[in-house]
């Protein structure tokens, strides 16, 4: 069965730069979940989307943004990086908005700031 | 807000053993589901186990299966027959229903994990 693709799987950068995260949901799902997971914590929630609109926020930096497109996959676009968003961040999807259906993980990205 | 509380940093069990990890959460929302995900050393999250608040009977995939009792707001998991595979850090996690989720819209609250070590 298909998952939930992630690209990069790693990347690395240096301080100040900007980074983009790609997240192509299972086929027919409609709802896109961005978490970061630092080292030795557990997933903490960013954002989501639900048929291309903003459905919630969490403790998501100004710095960064995303969106979900047409054709559902969702970008995390993060700008002026610093160490500590050094992280492991997975984006997840799910079908009905998310509200019954359950949430698939795709694998990560690794984003390593220098 | 809901918190989801894992008091068990770590578990030892021997392969062919039985261990139980501990969750509980604080809510006062009545529609809510809970999961159990399986972090190994690979970082993917893999989903172990889902419940339904509304369903009373305890949910069951092959080896796992949960102890859910709504009124202590306790969600326990049981893994049997443990095999080396099963090493992982467990999460459990929260997520509101569709008749609570009006700030919340499906996203998950997990708690800090339990790191599972299976010794031959």
């Known amino acids: 069965a298909a998952g939930v693709i992630q690209s990069p799987r790693h990347l690395i950068k240096e301080k100040r730069e900007t980074a983009t995260l790609k997240c192509y949901p299972i086929?027919?799902?409609?709802?896109v979940y961005w978490y970061q997971q630092g080292p030795g914590q557990d997933p903490q929630f960013l954002i989501s989307f639900y048929e291309k609109m903003q459905s919630d926020k969490g403790s998501i930096p100004d710095r960064f943004s995303a969106q979900q497109f047409s054709d559902y996959h969702s970008e995390l676009n993060m700008s002026s990086l610093e160490l500590g968003d050094s992280a492991l961040y997975f984006c997840?999807?799910?079908?009905?908005?998310?509200?019954?259906?359950?949430?698939?993980f795709g694998p990560g990205t690794r984003l390593t700031v220098l | 807000a809901q918190t989801v509380t894992q008091s068990q940093p770590e578990m030892s069990v021997q392969e062919a053993e039985t261990v139980t990890l501990s969750c509980t959460y604080d809510?006062?929302?009545?529609?809510?589901?809970l999961f159990w995900y399986k972090q190994p050393p690979s970082r993917q999250m893999i989903l172990v186990i889902r419940?339904?608040?509304?369903?009373?009977q305890n949910a069951t995939e092959n080896r796992f299966s949960v102890n859910f009792q709504k009124a202590a707001k306790s969600f326990s998991l049981k893994i049997s027959d443990s095999q080396l595979g099963d090493a992982a850090m467990y999460f459990c996690a929260y997520r509101s229903g569709a008749e609570e989720a009006t700030d919340s819209w499906g996203k998950l609250q997990f708690g800090a994990g339990t790191q599972v070590v299976v010794t031959p």
């Open positions: 809510t006062s929302e009545s529609d809510y589901y």
């Open positions: 086929p027919r799902h409609d709802t």
């Open positions: 997840a999807s799910s079908s009905q908005g998310g509200l019954t259906d359950t949430q698939y």
């Open positions: 419940q339904e608040a509304y369903k009373q």
